[in-house]
């Protein structure tokens, strides 16, 4: 690791002037940041320590029924809220399903958004990657990329966005609350992420400086809690990164869909929401068949990137589970594994 | 300055704040019983609590830890529930190797806060960010939820003389991994010690040459020296064969692997560390590398290395009767392929160790499972006399096979020798997968044949194993294969063949099983099929072929004695219809999830296959009444020390309690041998026990007393028969074993290993038929053990054995270059291991220790074969590409539905 300034601002509009200058990045938790650091994939001059700025960490209930989550939240502790988990009960899944207990005790809400991809070549600086390098290629076209990316990616770049927690917050339309030092403004989640294109190390709408503050969920979020799951396809039981996930979120009024929303997760290099698959879905009785067409929607501009079909296949099946399972009602107390697509279901699917 | 509160006193820490709280604790206070195992948040050695959290020490940067409450595994005897974990933790034998350990216990420290008496579940859950590679999880599961039973209870008793074997005792050596003192290979270099850090090859194949690197010295302050092959003081070559010194300590222009060693960075860590790759004078010409054995056996293909010009490192064969014709005119036929992935050793302790110049001799402390060949390599590269080397093994964390090759051993040694300082190592997590040996990746075709009334008739079994760019242990892999590719059945006619190739991977080495777990998920497929061919249950099938003593093998060796299969088959013939049962009625109902139930069955070696492989074991009682035991096996946490330390104890008729261990130093101990191959209970304990009844001999000689002459030993007074003895002089009992064999021949006949262990295990089990995930449910195992000297650490080594034949079959799947750590590799977290049932069969072998044979090995061999059958059996897919990740599975049900 290189010598670098360590900053500790005591104020948003300091920790902003402190990072606009060139070369600074924000240190979170650091659980991702630091072991970036370490493998020498970033190389930040100066860090600004958000650890100690006051009025980040708050979990409020908004007056118009919404909620307002602080960046520096830690996921542990959201997760853990009751009112929260009780209202949102699909962002506690997907928390409870990231990482591990230590992580989940550690990382920040604001970190988890801005997490860098897994890809390894993008993790390893002997490789070509133009998310880390630009311009300098793509070691995973034609490498390992049985995992990588088979929506929105581009020729430049084919990672993937590994966060669980953006899954159902993209899905329920959540807000991202930005300072900068052009002021304060506000991004949906589904825009805040950008595709890859021909500048894949663009990863965030964030100009330099800019911070993210807090995180806003809509009161009309709420009206999903009874049909709302999220289910994660991993390669060992727990403690993995997605293969493929989903969220799904239904409002069922008089045995139809009176409102749907649909995200998929390890598919892109953002979390990636499904509103035509949605909109398929209001009005339809929710079966079998509504769902399978709703899968086939979500994934029908998907192409493989690489040794990755088999990842389409699956994005439609957990999708069509994650429907099934919100369809079947949000069970009373989050299964004893989060996510897990094995998790017993009341609706009877395993039979 | 930061100001901590560390278990429970206050301490002011001048480091930068971005300098990790794991750095802070073990290098600036000295704690260093909280391990590093990748720092990157993957493994979950380094958990402390903060502020009551569990957290990865590795990744909290110091700055933020400002004022924080830190719990360590230091401070935890000093509250009642941490004491009365660490009890719990002994008597259920949860810490193994004990490097995850300190880890494990603050994870557990944090829900037993919160609930005293925790569900499973929360166990589970608490647990789930913590990797232990030893102990398959179960016990350690127990042993939290049973803390609170512990709160008032004293230790239990060690048990009396006479009465070691057979008991369930805790851990001669358990202490020590408890409360955080147990010092690994990083944990006890001398503080002034210069750092070691290799520059390894980011190429699998490339010429390279280093300029001059004055100017890179003196650009780092600090930096002492660069160390390349041209400083070897002796010979530039180190591997496991005497006549086979294969691999470079420091590379001479070619390398043929990523992670060949170019040169190393000698100096302050700072220093080193500073060093950024690109700044190193290295011009590169890469090559196109030889990136599987279908390219390096093909016409034309480049050598890897002149000494095998057609790149086939070693063949083993096995041959007898006439197989093809057998299989003509056998009534069922089946067949197949298979392809298994390279595997990680993935112990949870990296390569570590520090050596320093004494004199005209070098001693190298590092964390090792064969001391004695360190010895001779470390001798061998700096060209010195055997005597002018002494090798003290730190604690092991962890081995299974990795860590019988050397690795921070030579470099140390030479930079040590050269520079008349202390030098230390440790390999960080990406380097150790990068650099350490693995498991062979198998191409296996076979096929196999039985009579009308499922007896089986013909064997014809065909390996190719990828044995990587150096020689390693592949000659073993190809040799153990052949002679265990029947399995534990008769099979009159063989034809079998095993070839380890070269190429351009990491070399693949020995793991846990030789190569005969990957034969082995062969073998077991094919009789499933023969037995459905035959209409016959496939528990029966094996019964029937089942090898019993009197039998002959495929290479001509008759089993004497202590063949336990058809006694573990026939114990797990009711839990095998109980659960087919319950899969069956879950199966009745429908739906994407199909139910399975699978068995396999195994069998094992024990010790080197057709060679002499001696152990001696020495026992010292000196006239102070000083009890020594001198015992050279390393234990890497399978429990050696324990389990020699009963057989010891019974055989002299003291208890276990009066014994002062002297354990693996070359100086201090004599040589028993590696710790492979699953040969320290049989072979040095068989070796233990003649010490024992040497050291009897001698003291009944002494006091003229009878053979059932009774000793004591009190405050250093040693009677006999209530009668005093006095002693002049020490005596000792020395005692030394060498299992006899034959070596095989050219058509691998002979007698190969003078006992062998037998297994069968059953595993129950869930394929969501949509999503290709699978969730274990149990796992059913019956080991024939010839003798449980511990039953507490034989299940122990089940369990482990079992998780790790679970990452084989399920999830792990090393791609050289992209998946060097733990998040990319993915082995076994607590979650993954499914309800075990172990059930012990004895079946003595009048050659061992009371009748004990070996256990490390066996439990892992017959795992994944019996997953693979249950896959079978809920799906009719057939697994042919492992491990078995969701994808595969799909595909293999999708072949099965295309076949019809
Ligand atoms: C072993 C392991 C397993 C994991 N598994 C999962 C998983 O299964 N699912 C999952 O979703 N995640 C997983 N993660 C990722 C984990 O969730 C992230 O590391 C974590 O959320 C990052 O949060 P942090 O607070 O530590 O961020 P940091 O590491 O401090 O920061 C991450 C990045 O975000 C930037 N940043 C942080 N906060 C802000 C802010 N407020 N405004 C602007 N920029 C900011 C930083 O500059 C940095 O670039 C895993 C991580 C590890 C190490
Ligand atoms: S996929 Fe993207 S992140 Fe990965 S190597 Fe290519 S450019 Fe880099
Ligand atoms: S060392 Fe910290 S998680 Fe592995
Ligand atoms: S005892 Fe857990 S890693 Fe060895």
């Known amino acids: ?351 | 300055m930061t100001r901590l509160i560390v278990n429970g006193a206050e301490q002011v820490v001048a480091a930068p704040p971005e300098a990790r709280l794991s750095t802070v604790l073990r290098d600036g206070l000295g704690l260093t019983g909280t391990k590093i195992g990748c720092d990157a948040g993957d493994c979950g050695a380094c958990t402390v609590l903060v502020d009551g959290a569990q957290v990865c020490a590795c990744l909290v940067p110091l700055g933020q830890a400002e004022g924080a409450r830190v719990q360590t595994v230091e401070g935890l005897a000093a509250d009642p529930m941490g004491a009365a974990l660490q009890h719990a933790f002994q008597a259920h034998g949860a810490a193994q190797c004990g490097y995850c350990t300190p880890g494990m216990l603050m994870a557990a420290m944090e829900v037993l806060q919160a609930s005293p008496r925790p569900a499973e579940a929360q166990v589970m859950a608490a647990l789930g960010g913590v990797l232990c590679r030893c102990t398959g999880y179960r016990k350690i599961v127990t042993a939290v939820m049973e803390a609170h039973r512990f709160l008032d209870a004293p230790a239990a008793p060690l048990p009396e003389a006479g009465q070691a074997v057979g008991a369930r005792m805790g851990r001669a050596d358990g202490w020590p991994k408890l409360d955080g003192r147990e010092a690994y290979g990083a944990d006890a270099a001398p503080a002034d010690a210069l750092w070691l850090r290799p520059v390894r090859s980011p190429h699998a194949h490339a010429r390279f040459t280093l300029g001059d690197t004055a100017p890179l010295l003196a650009r780092h302050p600090g930096l002492e020296r660069v160390l390349a092959a041209a400083d070897v003081p002796g010979r530039n070559g180190y591997g496991i064969y005497p006549d086979i010194k294969d691999q470079a300590v420091f590379a001479e222009g070619l390398v043929r692997y990523r992670g060949d060693v170019v040169c190393a960075l000698v100096g302050t860590r700072e220093a080193v560390e500073a060093v950024r790759v690109e700044e190193l004078p290295l011009d590169w010409e890469v090559l196109p590398p030889l990136a599987e054995p279908g390219a390096a056996l093909a016409e034309g293909a480049p050598a890897l290395h002149e000494r095998w010009p057609d790149n086939v490192l070693t063949t083993g064969r096995v041959r007898r009767g006439d197989a093809a014709a057998a299989l003509a005119a056998s009534v069922h036929v089946a067949e197949g392929r298979w392809q298994t992935s390279f595997v990680e050793h993935a112990y949870v302790e990296p390569e570590a160790g520090w050596a320093r110049r004494v004199g005209d001799r070098i001693e190298v402390f590092a964390s090792t499972q064969a001391p004695y060949m360190d010895l001779e390599e470390v001798a061998g590269v700096l060209g010195l006399p055997h005597a002018a080397v002494r090798i003290v093994p730190t604690a092991c964390g962890g081995g299974f096979g990795g860590k019988l090759d050397v690795a921070v051993q030579p470099m140390l040694a030479i930079a040590a020798w050269l520079l008349r300082r202390s030098v230390r190592a440790t390999w960080s997590r990406s380097e150790s997968m990068a650099s350490s040996t693995k498991r062979h990746p198998a191409r296996i075709e076979a096929r196999a044949g039985c009579d009308a009334e499922g007896r089986l008739t013909a064997l014809e079994f065909e390996g190719i194993y990828d044995t990587g760019a150096y020689a390693s242990w592949g000659p073993t892999v190809a040799g153990r294969v052949p002679a265990h590719s029947t399995g534990p059945y008769r099979v009159p006619h063989v034809r079998s063949r095993a070839r380890a190739v070269l190429t351009n991977n990491p070399p693949s080495g020995a793991f846990r099983g030789f190569g005969v777990p990957q034969a082995a998920i062969a073998q077991e497929a094919l009789w499933d099929r023969l037995a459905d061919a035959a209409g016959i249950d496939r528990l029966e099938f094996r019964l029937i072929n089942a090898l019993r003593a009197g039998d002959a093998t495929a290479t001509g060796q008759v089993i004497a004695a202590s063949a336990g299969l058809p006694a573990c088959l026939e114990a797990l013939r009711p839990r095998w219809a109980a659960l087919r049962e319950e899969a069956a009625a879950e199966n009745a109902a429908g739906g994407p999830l199909r139910h399975g139930v699978g068995i396999a069955c195994m069998w094992y070696g024990i010790g080197n296959t057709g060679m002499s492989n001696p152990s001696t074991m020495r026992i010292t009682l000196e006239p102070g009444g000083r009890l020594a035991f001198h015992n050279g096996a390393v234990d890497i946490g399978q429990g050696s020390t324990t389990v020699l330390l009963q057989i010891a104890a019974d055989a002299l008729g003291l208890p276990a309690s009066a014994f002062a261990l002297v354990l693996g130093d070359t100086d201090l101990t004599a040589d028993a041998g590696k710790t492979s191959a699953s040969r320290q209970t049989f072979v040095s304990g068989r070796a233990a026990m003649e010490a024992g009844l040497a050291l009897r001999d001698a003291i009944l000689l002494r006091a003229n007393a009878g053979p059932e002459g009774r000793l004591a030993l009190s405050d250093g007074m040693l009677t006999v028969d209530g009668r005093p003895l006095h002693l002049e002089a020490p005596l000792e009992g020395l005692g030394r074993f060498d299992p006899p064999t034959v070596p095989l021949d050219a058509d691998g006949q002979g007698v190969p290993y003078a006992t062998y262990g037998f297994a069968a295990q059953i595993a129950a089990l869930a394929v969501d038929t949509e999503l290709g995930t699978i969730r274990l449910k149990r796992i059913v195992a019956a080991h024939d053990v010839g003798r449980a000297i511990n039953p507490l650490l034989v299940e122990g080594q089940i369990e482990g054995g079992i998780a790790q034949g679970i990452g084989l079959a399920l999830m792990e799947e090393y791609l050289p270059g992209r998946t060097e750590n733990l998040h990319d590799y993915l082995i076994p977290t607590v979650g993954d291991v499914p309800a075990i049932e172990s059930i012990l069969i004895e079946d003595p072998e009048p050659l061992g220790p009371y009748g004990a044979k070996g256990i490390g090995e066996p439990a892992l061999v017959p795992t994944a074969p019996a997953i693979f059958s249950a896959i079978r059996d809920a799906t009719g897919a057939e697994i042919n590409r492992i491990p078995a990740l969701p994808h595969r599975v799909l595909e293999a049900i999708r072949r099965k539905e295309g076949a019809g």
């Open chain 1, 1 to 351: 690791m290189n010598r670098f300034d360590y900053i500790r601002p005591g104020t948003v509009a300091e920790a902003v002037s402190a990072a606009a200058v060139p070369g600074s990045a924000y240190l979170a938790a650091g659980t991702n940041l630091l072991d970036l650091m370490k493998i020498g994939v970033a190389r930040p001059e100066r860090l600004v320590d958000l650890n100690y700025l006051p009025g980040l960490d708050a979990i409020e209930a908004l007056p118009d029924g919404g909620v307002r989550i602080g960046a520096r939240v830690r996921n542990a502790d959201l997760a853990q809220d009751p009112g929260f988990r009780r209202r949102f009960p699909a962002v506690a899944e997907a928390l409870l399903s990231g990482a591990s207990g230590q992580l989940r005790n550690m990382a920040t809400v604001g970190g988890n958004l801005l997490q860098r991809t897994r890809c390894p070549y993008f993790q390893d600086t002997a490789s070509a990657c133009n998310r880390r390098a630009p311009g300098s290629g793509c070691d995973a076209r034609g490498g390992e990329n049985r995992l990588h990316a088979v929506l929105g990616w581009s020729e430049a770049c084919i990672a993937t966005h590994p966060s669980d927690f953006c899954v159902p917050l993209v899905a329920l339309g959540a807000v991202v609350e930005i300072a900068g030092p052009a002021g304060p403004r506000e991004v949906p989640l589904a825009d805040f992420h950008l595709l890859p294109g021909a500048t894949p190390e663009r990863e965030s709408v964030l100009a330099p400086g800019e911070l993210v503050t807090a995180l806003r969920l809509p009161a009309e979020a709420a009206g999903f809690a009874a049909h709302a799951r999220y289910v994660k396809l991993r390669e060992r039981t727990s403690y993995a990164f997605a293969v493929v996930s989903a969220a799904a979120a239904l409002r069922i009024e008089d045995g139809r869909i009176a409102a749907a929303r649909l995200a998929l997760g390890g598919v892109a290099a953002k979390p990636w929401r499904a509103e035509a698959a949605e909109a398929a879905l209001v009005g339809a009785a929710p079966d079998a068949a509504a769902f399978q067409q709703a899968a086939e929607i979500a994934l029908a501009e998907a192409r493989p990137s690489g040794d990755n079909a088999f990842k389409i296949e699956l994005a439609r099946r957990i999708a069509r589970r994650a429907l099934r399972l919100a369809a079947a009602g949000t069970p009373e107390r989050l299964p004893a594994l989060p996510a897990s697509p094995f998790a017993p279901l009341s609706g009877g699917l395993h039979g």
